[in-house]
């Protein structure tokens, strides 16, 4: 079955550089970012693996744990990381899975036999401390992603989680958000946005972030 945003995460066991893991029992009451990349040695993917490991203190300010993927084995990836490391010029900090058997890809819907009929595309799902899936981004096998995009919808899920705000085209970290419109009642709103509101609409209020 199709996944959907709302969905389940659906769990497996799988191996990876990091041993066996138990996804869910693994993610723990954590956020997690489930991410796939084509190929082993390939260049785009040595790029954004790299870049990965760069941002994983980022990851961790917010509780979120990442894993890569793709379906080939661990030795490969073992092989692949010492490259990862020597050229994008970090260490490799979280796990990829070795995805052969294909339990993963298939569970996700990874693999899109119109674009390559054995290779995972890029995925990214985005998981939440109660293993729904909250945000889902494909791009193809030539298109790196941009993983600061990454943060920055984490950042989004978490303020609609804790502030019921929602995040506007093109928002940044810092800048003001809106309202969600099932939010009316005034005393509620007075309490939960004390450094106030404009009413630009009635289905549109903005308020300064408010855990900032
Ligand atoms: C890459 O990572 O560069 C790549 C992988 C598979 C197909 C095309 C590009």
Known sequence: MALHIGSTAPDFEQDSTHGKLKF??????SWGILFSHPKDFTPVCTTELGLVAKLKPEFDKRNAKVAALS????????????DIEETQST?????IFADEDRTIS????MIHPEANDTLTVRSVFFIDPKRKIRAIITYPASTGRNFDELLRVIDSLQLTDNHLVATPGNWKDGEDVVIVPSLQDPEELKQRFPKGFTVVRNYLRTTPQPNR
Do not use: A, Q, T
């Open 106 to 109: 298939n569970l996700y819907d």
């Open 24 to 29: 869910h029992e693994w993610l723990g009451d």
């Open 71 to 82: 379906v080939d084995s661990v030795e490969s990836h073992n092989g692949w990381i010492k």
């Open 91 to 95: 260490k490799l900090n979280y796990p």
